[in-house]
């Protein structure tokens, strides 16, 4: 622990970034940049060549960059991929990522993938089960793994540990560090009929290493976590919260479909920095709160 504990302190602050995206590989490439990093999707290029590799071993040559996986499945019941282990950690020894992250989901089983991140019913064996999970991923990557809270649209009737105190305990147990989706705070929040500002009160800040912001879209009786649009006002006020609280974590901007031109990201982007000068705006964080809840419990 006290090994994992010390590599965790010694990452590094970067500050503001991006999601490395290919319709903004020739601006990047440009060199038409202010202070970034990058963050690239680890299956995108794990077993790719051509010009999507070119690229990003260019951008790792001038950049900080960190890779974010969507299919490690950390919580799924089948035996660990070994062989996306073997290539993720190829790609890494190659580009030297910062860090590696992935979500606290599960995305297929016997041996499908659904390409979709999916919550885990949060138990004590499942906590146990996922603590084995990373301690074997962290092994083989020879380094500590960054976890991510997932958006959630269903709540398990199963479930005994809210996410904070299951995030906390598998932080403590296995010395990974953790990625906030603040965007997703919110997202789950709404849809359970919680408090977000809760939620963070819980959250074990001294493991956060990254932050994510995004946009979502607002159905009325429910949000989703879509990546398509600017961050909304109530989530921009849980990252003043939040990263204050992480004490300048690395905070990152996701946009996935409807993607803007590279300057129009950065826009969005360097907005966040009003909201670390600690910034407040008239937001209402309480309507979940005077809903009844939003989430069906899953069997």
């Not at 297929?108 to 390409?115: A, E, I, K, L």
Request: proline share 6%; net charge negative.
């Amino acid at each position: 622990m006290a090994a994992a504990d010390g590599a965790l302190a010694a990452l590094p602050r970067l500050g503001l970034g991006l999601g490395l995206r290919s319709v903004h590989f020739d601006a990047i490439l440009s060199g038409a940049t202010r202070d970034l990093w990058f963050e690239a999707i680890s299956e995108n290029f794990m077993n790719s060549g051509g010009r999507p590799r070119a690229v990003l071993d260019a951008v790792a040559e001038r950049y900080p960059v960190v890779l974010h996986g969507v299919s490690l499945s950390i919580g799924s019941t089948d035996p660990l991929n070994r062989a996306y282990l073997a290539s993720l950690k190829r790609l890494a020894d190659a580009v030297r990522p910062a860090w590696i992250s992935d979500h606290l989901c599960w995305t297929g089983v016997n041996g499908y993938n659904t390409h979709d991140l999916l919550p885990m019913p949060l138990t004590e064996e499942s906590l146990a089960h996922v603590i084995v999970r990373v301690r074997q991923v962290q092994d083989q990557l020879e380094r500590p793994l960054i976890l991510e809270n997932p958006s959630a649209y269903v709540r398990f009737a199963q479930s005994t540990i809210d996410e904070p105190a299951f995030l906390r305990a598998l932080a403590h147990e296995t010395g990974c560090g953790l990625l906030l989706d603040v965007n997703n705070v919110y997202v789950s929040c709404f849809n359970a009929g919680t408090d977000p500002r809760a939620y963070l009160d819980a959250f074990p800040f001294d493991r956060v290493v990254q932050m994510h912001l995004a946009g979502h879209q607002d159905l009325g009786t429910h949000v989703i976590d879509t990546h398509d649009r600017p961050v909304r006002a109530e989530v921009w006020d849980l990252f003043r919260i939040a990263w204050a609280r992480s004490g300048g974590a690395a905070t990152l901007l996701e946009w996935d479909d409807h993607i803007p031109a590279f300057d129009d990201c950065l826009v969005e982007l360097h907005k966040a920095e009003r909201y670390m000068a600690g910034v407040s705006d008239p937001v209402d964080l309480a309507v979940p709160l005077a809903m009844p809840n939003r989430m069906e419990d899953a069997a």
